[in-house]
C-alpha cells in the first residue's frame, strides 16, 4: 500500500499528487506511467510520471480533474493510503541527442513532460518549450523548465476571447523562427497531441506524442488501449505510450476515448450527490 507524502493543487483544476513508492522510484525513467486507485472500490487509472527520487523513495504525477476516480485522487491528503500503486509501466521515451527539440505541452502534460526536458537536455539538447494554457497563470512549473529550456514559449488563450492562440497555430511560426527543429516531443490531451501531429506533417518534422486511451490493466492484458499506428493495431500501455504522431488513427483514437463517455457522467453525478456536502 502506497503512502501520500504530498498531495496540492498547483493551478485550478490540476493537482499534484506524491507518492511513497521505493521501487517505483528506482527504476523511473522519462516517458513511463504508474496505475493508481485512490480507493478499494475504485478503478485503475493511468498517470505520466512527473518525476521522482529514488532517494526518498517518491514518484510524484500531476494530474487534471475530470471525473470521479481523480476527484477522489484530489480529496486524499498526505499520511492517506493509495489502494493500489503499480510501475513503473510503458516503454521509456527514447532520449539521444537530436540537436533542437520543440516541447509541446499543455495541462496535465507540462508535468509529465519535464522528465524528458531533463533527460533531453542531459543528453546536449538545444530545448524550446511551448505551453499551451487557456491563460498564463495556469503555467505550472515555469521556474523549472526556464531552467531547462533556451526558449520558453507560450499559446493563450485569454478569457475575454481577444485571444486564441493554440499550439497548433503557434508551431508553424516557431518553425519559421528556427533554423532547425529536428523533433517535436507533445504531451497532453489527445486534442493538443493531434493538432500539433497535422501542424507539424506538412513540415516534415518527426513528431512523437504520449497517447493517453482509455487504460484499465496497464500491462497489455485488457485491450482498452489498443490504437491504430501506420495501419497495425498497438498497445498504448506496452508498446508506448510514446509514438510517431503522424502515425496515429486519430478519429479511431477519439471515438475509443469517447466509449465510456455517458457512464463517467453518470458516476460523477453520483459521486457528488452521495458526497459533496
Known amino acids: 500500500m502506497a503512502h501520500i507524502l504530498e498531495r496540492r493543487r498547483l493551478v485550478p483544476n490540476i493537482h499534484l499528487i506524491r507518492i511513497h513508492a521505493p521501487e517505483v522510484a528506482r527504476r523511473c525513467r522519462p516517458g513511463q506511467f504508474i496505475m493508481v486507485m485512490a480507493d478499494p472500490d475504485g478503478e485503475r487509472i493511468p498517470l505520466s510520471i512527473a518525476d521522482w527520487d529514488a532517494a526518498e523513495g517518491s514518484v510524484s504525477a500531476v494530474f487534471l480533474l475530470v471525473g470521479t476516480s481523480t476527484q477522489k ?24 541527442a537530436f540537436g533542437t527539440v520543440l516541447l509541446v505541452a499543455g495541462c496535465y502534460g507540462i508535468g509529465a513532460l519535464y522528465p524528458a526536458a531533463r533527460a533531453l537536455r542531459a543528453a546536449g539538447n538545444r530545448l524550446l518549450l511551448l505551453a499551451d494554457v487557456k491563460a498564463g497563470h495556469l503555467f505550472y512549473w515555469q521556474e523549472r523548465f ?24 503557434t508551431v508553424a511560426g516557431v518553425a519559421a523562427g528556427e533554423k532547425r527543429i529536428d523533433r517535436v516531443m507533445v ?45 497495425k493495431t498497438r498497445f498504448a500501455c506496452v508498446d508506448g505510450p510514446d509514438f510517431d504522431g503522424h502515425q496515429v488513427d486519430w478519429p479511431e483514437l477519439f471515438r475509443r476515448r469517447a466509449a465510456y463517455l455517458d457512464d463517467e457522467i453518470r458516476s460523477l453525478c453520483w459521486w457528488e450527490r452521495e458526497t459533496l456536502p
Open 73 to 96: 485522487l484530489a480529496r486524499l491528503k498526505a499520511g492517506d493510503a493509495l489502494a493500489a500503486c503499480a510501475g513503473p509501466l510503458g516503454r521509456p521515451s527514447e532520449i539521444a
Open 146 to 169: 526556464r531552467e531547462l529550456c533556451d526558449r520558453v514559449m507560450t499559446a493563450e488563450r485569454d478569457l475575454g476571447g481577444m485571444s486564441q492562440e493554440f499550439a497548433s497555430r
Open 187 to 231: 504531451s497532453g490531451c489527445a486534442y493538443l497531441l493531434a493538432s500539433v501531429s497535422e501542424a507539424t506533417r506538412p513540415l516534415g518534422l518527426r513528431t512523437i506524442v504520449s497517447l493517453n486511451p482509455v487504460m484499465v490493466d496497464g500491462t497489455g492484458m485488457c485491450g482498452a488501449c489498443r490504437c491504430s499506428i501506420g495501419g
